[in-house]
């Protein structure tokens, strides 16, 4: 019995961060709703950098945006690769992708959580040079993007198996 629990402790680390991930993400969407409760275009923070509020109820970039209908397709979409994800942890090899995969999870879970909640993601980091502005994102989109470049690092520069030579 005592064997079977040691095994899945490398599967907990990965899920406290998810869940840190989701708690974070929901936390500043609660207080950028709550900032934006009267109407406001954009809080300046720095010349490069403004809070907003965009609604997104498409993929990345407001893509497919507009319909309650994609929505929910998104949403279920990113419960069933949240499940997959899960699924996978016990087959990690490297804290480096169960760095990734934790961050992937709680971002997924951060953006489905909005869709069920409030039918579109919550974005609101928006970066800029002059006009030139980066979509609106939030902390689940980071930790997404943070995940995936962890694992791209992972099977490029570390994983010697996937290395080919031409």
Do not use: C, E
């Not at 419960?79 to 169960?98: D, E, G």
């Amino acid at each position: 019995m005592k064997k079977k629990i040691l095994n899945y402790l490398p599967m907990l680390w990965p899920l406290l961060l998810a869940l840190g991930v989701v708690v974070l993400d929901q936390w500043s969407k609660v207080q950028i709703l709550h900032l934006f409760s009267t109407p406001r275009g954009m809080v300046t923070v720095t010349p490069f950098f403004n809070l907003v509020l965009v609604l997104n109820r498409g993929v990345s970039f407001g893509i497919f945006d507009g319909t309650t209908v994609m929505s929910d397709f998104f949403a279920g979409l990113g419960l069933v690769i949240t499940l997959v994800l899960i699924l996978w942890l016990p087959r990690l090899k490297t804290r480096l992708s169960a760095l990734a995969f934790g961050l992937l999870i709680g971002g997924a879970i951060g953006n489905v959580t909005d869709r069920l909640r409030l039918g579109a993601v919550v974005d609101f980091l928006d970066f800029h040079v002059a006009n030139l502005h980066w979509p609106a994102f939030n902390v689940a989109d980071s930790a997404v993007v943070t995940g995936v470049a962890a694992l791209l690092l992972q099977s490029l520069v570390f994983d010697k198996k996937t290395r080919h030579s031409f």
